[in-house]
Each structure stands twice: as structure tokens, then as C-alpha cells.
């Protein structure tokens, strides 16, 4: 069978030069003799493919000397839990701008003492709060965000400037955007939307945040064991960070962050103005929220919608289906969403219409 569009929210597409050299490599990676799956964590090969990646990262991102990047396991969700194992002392702002954005809010409230600084789930989360419109407490631990809220398709494009370190899920933009990691004290992404597979969690953390650990804290989720331990202290996802490394390599090979930038932009521009003047469809996030990454739509009727989503899947468009808890539909075009991928959608789209609206 032929190879899909695939549109799901994550796990999601992934470079299809990335994926043939792992089949090349599936049985015998260079002179190893075994696949990379096989290798042990602490052999010389293997140190080598994840300081690749590391690097990769550090090139890509830009990021500083001062920062440290770990490649650990429990994906962001883990990581709600993490951020204020590892920061919260007095008090923390959170902005609930999103499904993840809330659950991470939820879950720090175990920990301590949380504000919501900004919320924008009256609205049904159809934007993001205006960033100077956030009631900061400038004696907060951090101030935590969701650069792209991957259910409702919204995103910054303004980011906060608070006085406490801000802290970052970029789980489904990192790489998709240039941005400035000096602006953030912490950032943290599971794989699977775009950098690589499951199964591996992104923290990149600046080196003067590290040490408040609680004591409670797991060894697995404390970011000061695991920056000593260079993200060793237990087994590291090996295979995942195999595969974002190959990923990345791709990303480097198409110019980087900035020229991905100007493709993702392409890319949303043409499902958005498409939507902007389609008669039956309609996009659901607020204009000046849009994500580059989610495109969610509806027609209002879903058993049209259904239709719509089965109908696509037959024309190999797949996993168009919306979250269950936002309804219609949503096409997640990262990274490695192919500028074709979108144009062929479009196409689809048009043609839907033009049905539906005959048979009216
Ligand atoms: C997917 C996603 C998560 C959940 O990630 P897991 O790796 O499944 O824990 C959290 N935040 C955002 C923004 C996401 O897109």
C-alpha cells in the first residue's frame, strides 16, 4: 500500500528520509553489528548517536551554553508533575490557555501554591489570553504556558514577559518557529508531534534553576540527577532518541528552524484561506490565535463533518477526526507534513464543497 497524508495530532508523520535510513540501519547500524535497538546505553556507539542528537538540538535551537538538555521518558504529562517537583516553592502562575495548559495547572496544584494568571476556557479556548492582559504575581516561582495548544489550534504569537522564569510545553511547536530560548527558563516537549517518535520527553533547562528539587521528588523526574547523570541515571528511550536524531538531521537539511518557518506558514496559509472563504466549512480557533501546527474546522453539522473526515480517509487524507472534546476536525500539519499533504487537502476540500452544495 501506498504511503498516506497523515494528519493526526501525535503520534504524527515523520520525515520519510528519516524513516528509510532507519529501515538501512534496522538490522545493522555502522560497523556495530546489530541494530540500535540492541546496543547498550553505555557503550562508546551508542554515547555517540545521543550526544548527536543533543547536538542537533543545540544547533537547531540555538541554545546556550547555560541551558542543559535532557532526553527523558514520561512524555509532557510527566513533566506537568516535574515542573513544580523541581521549581515550585512560594507560589506559581499558570495561564490556562488550553486542555494540556489545564491539566498541567491541575497537577501542580498538588504540589503547592497556584494562580491562574489568565484563562481563556469561558471561551471555549478559541484563543489565547492577550499576554498583557495576565495578572503576574512578581514574586511567582515561574509563570508556565502552552506555546501551542494542539486540541482548539491556538498558539502565542506574542509571548509573555514576566519577571519569574517563564516555563514552557512546546510539546507541538518546538522546531516549528524560531524562538528565543534566552526568553525562557525552561522549555519541555514530548517527541511524538515533532521532533521524533514517542516515547522520549525534551527538558532544556537553564543550569541556575536547577537544585530546589523537593525531596520527594522521583530521581526520574528531577532534572538536577538527570543533568549530572547526562539523563543516565536509568535507561534512556535509546531507539526514540535514535530516531529524533535522524529527524533532526532532516530538519538541519532543510535549512533549519527559519526556512521550516516560512514552509509552516505556507503550509496554514492555504488551509486558512481556503477556510476563510469556504461556504461549508468554517475555522474554529479565533484568527489572531491561529496555530501553525493544529487547523481545526468545522462544518456545524456532524454528521457532515463525519462524512467529510471518512470520505478524506478513503482519499488517503487520514486522521482528520477533531479531539472528542473539541468535535469537528483538525489537521496537524508539522514539520514533516509535506507542502503537497496540505495542497492535496485543500483540493479534497474544494471538492467536498462543491458537492455538498449541489445536493442542497
Ligand atoms: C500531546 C501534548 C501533551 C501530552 O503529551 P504526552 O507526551 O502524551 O504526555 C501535553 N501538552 C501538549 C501541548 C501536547 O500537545
Not at 21 to 39: F, H, K, P, T, W
Not at 191 to 208: E, S, Y
Request: glycine share 8%; aromatic share 8%; net charge negative.
Amino acid at each position: 500500500m501506498e504511503r498516506v497524508f497523515n494528519f493526526a495530532a501525535g503520534p504524527a508523520v515523520m520525515p520519510e528520509e528519516a524513516l528509510r535510513r532507519a529501515a538501512d540501519e534496522m538490522l545493522c547500524y555502522g560497523n556495530s553489528g546489530m541494530s540500535v535497538m540492541e546496543m547498550s546505553h553505555r557503550s562508546a556507539a551508542y554515547q555517540e548517536i545521543f550526544d548527536h542528537t543533543v547536538s542537533l538540538l543545540r544547533e537547531l535551537m540555538d541554545i546556550p551554553e547555560e541551558y542543559r538538555v535532557l532526553l527523558l521518558q514520561g512524555g509532557a504529562t510527566g513533566q506537568f508533575a516535574a515542573v513544580p517537583m523541581n521549581l515550585l516553592q512560594r507560589s506559581a502562575d499558570y495561564v490556562d490557555c488550553g486542555n494540556f495548559a489545564h491539566s498541567a495547572m491541575i497537577t501542580a496544584q498538588k504540589y503547592g501554591a497556584v494562580r491562574c494568571a489568565g484563562s481563556s476556557r469561558e471561551g471555549g479556548y478559541t484563543r489565547v489570553p492577550d499576554p498583557d492582559s495576565l495578572q503576574l504575581d512578581p514574586g511567582a516561582d515561574y509563570l508556565h504556558i502552552t506555546t501551542n495548544n494542539t486540541i482548539y489550534g491556538t498558539r502565542w504569537t506574542k509571548l509573555p514577559e514576566p519577571c519569574a522564569p517563564l516555563v514552557a510545553d512546546m510539546s507541538s511547536n518546538i522546531l516549528a518557529e524560531p524562538f528565543d530560548v534566552r526568553r525562557f527558563g525552561v522549555i519541555y516537549a514530548g517527541a511524538q508531534k515533532n521532533i521524533g517518535p514517542a516515547g522520549l520527553t525534551v527538558v532544556i533547562v537553564r543550569g541556575d534553576l536547577l537544585g530546589h528539587v523537593r525531596p520527594e521528588t522521583p530521581a526520574v523526574l528531577d532534572w538536577t540527577v538527570m543533568a549530572e547523570k547526562g539523563s543516565m541515571l536509568n535507561t534512556p528511550p535509546t531507539y526514540a532518541i535514535y530516531m529524533a536524531g535522524l529527524c533532526l538531521e532532516w530538519l538541519r537539511d532543510q535549512g533549519g528552524v527559519a526556512a521550516i518557518y516560512q514552509r509552516n506558514r505556507r503550509k496554514a496559509a492555504l488551509l486558512y484561506d481556503y477556510l476563510d472563504q469556504s461556504r461549508i466549512f468554517h475555522g474554529i480557533a479565533d484568527k489572531e490565535s491561529r496555530s501553525l501546527m493544529n487547523v481545526t474546522f468545522r462544518t456545524g453539522d456532524a454528521e457532515l463533518d463525519a462524512a467529510f473526515v471518512r470520505e478524506a480517509a478513503q482519499a488517503g487524507l487520514v486522521s482528520l477526526k477533531g479531539h472528542r472534546i473539541a468535535g469537528g476536525m483538525r489537521a496537524s500539519i508539522y514539520n514533516a507534513m509535506p507542502e503537497a499533504g496540505v495542497s492535496n487537502l485543500v483540493s479534497f476540500m474544494e471538492d467536498f464543497e462543491k458537492k455538498t452544495l449541489q445536493t442542497r
